[in-house]
């Protein structure tokens, strides 16, 4: 992404929020290498707060790409609203069976275009008390599946000074600290080439969690509580997955958005 050819509507945020964010905060931003300068990547947040796209999205234009967020459908057919989203190059998700498998063609195009993609694989902001990340859905799996884009896990920890969710609570103070960790991929290449089996996605998910997991607590200092247990490897195969959002439980299976 070269910022010179952001064009009007994908700089029109960036004149108007940048300089907010950089009063509001005080950065520490580490790692930045492991996001590719050009072709597709999908970044895998920890979402702690409402604050929290804010601050991802500066560390990602910062890193030289433009963040492509994941937004409910409804929010893009708000008039003017969803019009500057479409220009800043965001992408609506719908939810339910079919409208979902079509989100999941979006997010495919916009990697093969070369996008940045951030889908936050928790789903909505944790509800675990001391805000570490809660099990994730399985649809950065599925994406990454279906297109072989690298995973980036991006641990943030600070967000939750400038908006606490334990207790809905702003604080406008300047110079919050906030910390992002960029990690190196993921490593997905055992499942390479596998089909989108629910005991497959299931795996990958957990992995894409685990290392997001871990580098937040290189941030946060300590050991990080075992949120889960390793599913166990037992029984028959597992028949072929639904498209996402097509089985029993539509969200499981849905791509993260903030």
């Known amino acids: ?55 991802s999205a500066h560390f990602v234009y910062d890193a030289g790409r433009w963040p492509q967020y994941l937004g409910k459908a409804s929010v893009f057919r708000v008039p003017v609203v969803g019009w500057l989203l479409h220009r800043a190059r965001q992408i609506p998700v719908e939810r339910g069976s079919v409208d979902a498998a079509r989100s999941l063609d979006t997010l495919v195009a916009a990697l093969q275009a070369g996008g ?3 889908i ?21 799996a599925r994406l990454a599946l279906a297109t072989g884009a690298p995973v980036v896990p991006l641990a943030l920890w600070g967000p939750e000074r400038m908006f606490d969710p334990r207790n809905n609570r702003w604080d406008p ?27 497959t996605l299931d795996e990958m998910t ?6 997001l997991r871990d580098l937040l607590a290189g941030i ?3 050991t990080p509580p075992p ?10 195969p ?16 849905q791509a993260g958005a903030a």
Request: avoid cysteine; proline fraction near 14%.
């Open 1 to 55: 992404m070269t910022r010179r050819r952001l064009g009007f509507w994908r700089r029109l945020p960036v004149v108007l929020i940048k300089p907010v964010l950089t009063i509001w905060t005080r950065r520490t931003w580490l790692g930045m290498e492991h996001i590719p300068p050009t072709g597709p990547v999908i970044i895998v947040p920890n979402h702690i707060s409402h604050a929290d796209p804010l601050v």
């Open 227 to 236: 949120l889960w247990a390793r599913p166990e490897r037992t029984g028959p």
């Open 206 to 211: 957990e992995e894409i969690m685990l290392s």
């Open 220 to 222: 946060r200092g300590g």
């Open 120 to 140: 936050y694989p928790e789903g909505t902001i944790t509800r675990e008390p001391d805000l570490w990340p809660m099990r994730g859905k399985t649809g950065a």
């Open 238 to 253: 597992d028949v072929e997955s639904p498209p996402a959002g097509d089985g029993a439980d539509p969200q499981r299976d």
């Open 116 to 118: 940045a993609v951030v």
């Open 173 to 199: 103070r300047p110079r919050r600290p906030v910390t992002v960790v960029a990690g190196p991929p993921v490593d997905l290449s055992r499942w390479a080439g596998a089909a989108p089996t629910k005991a």
